[in-house]
């Protein structure tokens, strides 16, 4: 299956070392996007085949290097940490609940109901940690 799109065409194909070492240089660049990790790919032009995956909601490419210098094993690792990395979240939930306390809750509302607000929050939140 092939997806075209504005008249390129990216296959979809498992990407194995000697599938890889197999891919022709082409004229025109075609991006070949791997089946077993969505958003990594590599891209065969006339002189280099290069390793890219795409992240964020925007599906901005980031270039991770060139084959053969960088193996499709050092490749799929990084891809996977920078996909992983754009989906993890940057404060755990205590520390977003400091935030909230300080900077909303306390400011906002009384002192005794800021205080039985927080118990609540700290209390029944606790399982998503």
Wanted: proline letters at 5%; a positive charge.
């Amino acid at each position: 299956m092939s997806l075209i799109l504005l008249g390129l065409i990216m296959p979809r194909i498992h990407l194995t070392d000697l599938a890889v070492a197999k891919l022709p240089h082409q004229a025109a660049q075609i991006t070949y996007i791997d089946r077993t990790l969505p958003g990594f790919a590599i891209r065969v032009g006339q002189r280099r085949k290069t390793w890219m995956v795409m992240v964020g909601k925007q599906r901005r490419r980031v270039v991770l290097g060139h084959y053969p210098l960088l193996s499709l094993k050092e490749a799929r690792l990084q891809a996977r940490h920078l996909l992983l990395r754009d989906h993890s979240p940057s404060l755990t939930l205590k520390a977003t609940t400091d935030l909230f306390v300080l900077q909303h809750l306390r400011p906002n509302t009384k002192p005794s109901s800021a205080t039985v607000l927080e118990r609540l929050i700290r209390v029944h939140f606790t399982h998503l940690e």
